[in-house]
């Protein structure tokens, strides 16, 4: 089989790039190895009626002409939501992000001075270098703060020390975010800040859209559009080897389809989002320098399961998600999807929470039976004292492999050698979204990398940098100014300078 573009993974930064090539009449074949499902982990699974998100997904970005792919793609059906989570912490809800007086308050007048005393030492004595998470979120929020509302959740999340994870997550994730920030916008009335201010930080934003049936809704309906446009979406296709011939500049891309049966595409093009490390160690032909191996092998992923539990509707909480500050059990988010959108529970009086646990593939989370994951998840909401045995009627679990590239100390080394050695030999493999750039993103961050990359296919040179592209989805230019892109308002950049 013959196409222009070969687009390995159906997750919102794949199939973004497979719409937009697809509407300009190019060839595109996308790989997906879920048999069921795309979207990634922006998928929407379903069991017995219910509907639930993998991860939870917001739909708001700074970047308009994400938010106008989004409205293109899904022109009905998405809706406005009120943004609400909050830290569980001692069988009390605290406003997250943090608000100061509320937090202090519900901390009692004890540890409200230490709070305060540790927070005015951070600012007078910050630490110069923040080099780890436990570094950056001590500067912003203090000593004290940091072990009650960060430290706990994050080792549950990544299942390492706050010191050993890079301060690069925090600033991308919390970014824009201090006490000093949460505590003006609790004070300052909600349409004068934002009419007085020049950027809206993410962690703030009020509300949010979302598909009605969940985000996989919106990510079927691009599906859908592609082939539409004469584009070919391949689920259960898992590819195993990508061969690329230099003196054609043309790619060989290897798959298996369901039945086992082995087959391939001939591109001139491929974009990847399939994990950095899979890619670079087991596909690509001709391999790699031993040192690019060998940093490959170094990158490190989390993996994730979620346990939904169906119950009846207590109105325990009424957030998106809460975030579980408690070492006592294993779970580190809650997710209520009824709050995301009513039309994910079929049944008016039942509720259905997404229990979430992050684990590593092969450790004893992973490893357990669905059954003992539901009754572990059942014991734990129970313990947390947001439900009773008898209000449980049923359950499932969902895995995902590789859901969060991990950011320790030395991941940047890794990418970066990796990057110099690819851009070198490999002219035509653009890669993207999360998991392609080894970037923890959002999936408008995701979107961007390939809308450039899009582009720059179009444009037959590599014009803009999708590295360049920060977590709020805006272009940072890297170079000398160029004329502005009149279709996305960004602007065009001489290649990545080394």
Same mark, same amino acid.
């Given at each position: ?14 199939? #973004? ?32 009626g219910y509907c639930f998100d993998i991860g939870g997904h917001r739909f708001f970005s700074k970047a308009q002409e994400v938010e106008a792919l989004w409205t293109e793609i899904l022109p009905h059906g998405m809706l406005e939501r009120p943004r609400s989570s909050r830290i569980f912490y001692r069988k009390q809800f605290f406003s997250?992000? !943090? ?54 959740? #994050? ?128 596909? !690509? ?81 992973? #490893? ?32 995902? #492999?590789k859901a969060y590239p991990v950011y320790d100390n030395y991941y940047q080394t890794h990418v970066e050698v990796i990057r110099r050695e690819l851009d070198e030999k490999f002219p035509s493999l653009h890669l993207i979204g999360r998991n392609g750039m080894h970037k923890y993103n959002n999936q408008d961050h995701s979107m961007m ?47 990545? !300078?080394?």
């Amino acid at each position: 089989m013959q196409s222009e573009v070969v687009i390995i993974g159906a997750g919102p930064a794949g199939l #973004t790039a497979g719409y937009l090539l697809s509407k300009e009449n190019r060839s595109v074949t996308i790989l997906e190895a879920d048999p069921v499902y795309v979207g990634g982990i922006a998928k929407t699974a379903t069991y017995k009626g219910y509907c639930f998100d993998i991860g939870g997904h917001r739909f708001f970005s700074k970047a308009q002409e994400v938010e106008a792919l989004w409205t293109e793609i899904l022109p009905h059906g998405m809706l406005e939501r009120p943004r609400s989570s909050r830290i569980f912490y001692r069988k009390q809800f605290f406003s997250y992000p !943090l608000k100061a007086f509320e937090a202090l308050r519900k901390l009692g007048l004890v540890e409200s001075c230490r709070c305060v005393l540790s927070y005015a030492k951070a600012r007078l004595i910050p630490i110069k270098q923040p080099v780890s998470f436990a570094d950056w979120v001590t500067n912003h929020f203090g000593e004290r703060l940091f072990s009650i509302f960060f430290k706990t959740y #994050t080792e549950k999340v990544w299942g390492m020390s706050c010191n050993a994870i890079s301060a690069d997550w925090a600033a991308q994730r919390i970014k824009g975010l201090s006490l000093s920030s949460a505590v003006v916008s609790a004070l300052i009335p909600k349409r004068w800040s934002r009419r007085n201010s020049k950027e809206t930080i993410k962690t703030l934003i009020d509300t949010f859209r979302y598909p009605r049936k969940g985000p996989g809704m919106l990510w079927e309906a691009c599906a859908e559009k592609i082939k539409q446009q004469g584009g070919k979406v391949l689920l259960g296709s898992e590819v195993y080897r990508c061969e690329y011939n230099a003196d054609e500049n043309k790619w060989h891309v290897h798959y298996r389809d369901n039945a086992g049966n082995s087959a391939k595409v001939i591109a001139s093009h491929v974009i990847s989002s399939a994990p950095l490390r899979d890619l670079v160690t087991q596909y !690509l032909s001709p391999s790699l320098s031993s040192g690019a191996l060998s940093a490959a092998n170094e990158l490190k992923y989390r993996d994730f399961l979620i346990v939904v539990l169906i119950l009846k509707d207590r109105q325990q909480f009424t957030d998106n998600w809460i975030y579980v500050h408690d070492s006592q059990v294993d779970v580190a988010r809650i997710q209520n999807f009824k709050s995301w959108s009513p039309d994910m529970v079929p049944e008016k009086d039942m509720c259905c929470y997404g229990m979430e646990y992050f684990c590593f593939d092969g450790d004893n989370v992973w #490893t357990s039976s669905d059954d003992a994951l539901i009754q572990k998840a059942k014991r734990e909401i129970v313990q947390l004292g947001l439900a009773t045995l008898d209000d449980i009627v049923d359950g499932c679990v969902v895995r995902q #492999t590789k859901a969060y590239p991990v950011y320790d100390n030395y991941y940047q080394t890794h990418v970066e050698v990796i990057r110099r050695e690819l851009d070198e030999k490999f002219p035509s493999l653009h890669l993207i979204g999360r998991n392609g750039m080894h970037k923890y993103n959002n999936q408008d961050h995701s979107m961007m990398t390939a809308m450039l990359t899009v582009k720059n296919i179009l444009a037959g040179q590599r014009r803009f940098d999708t590295w360049c592209v920060n977590q709020d989805a805006e272009y940072i230019e890297s170079g000398t100014a160029g004329e502005k892109d009149l279709a996305y308002g960004l602007r065009s950049v001489p290649e990545r !300078l080394s």
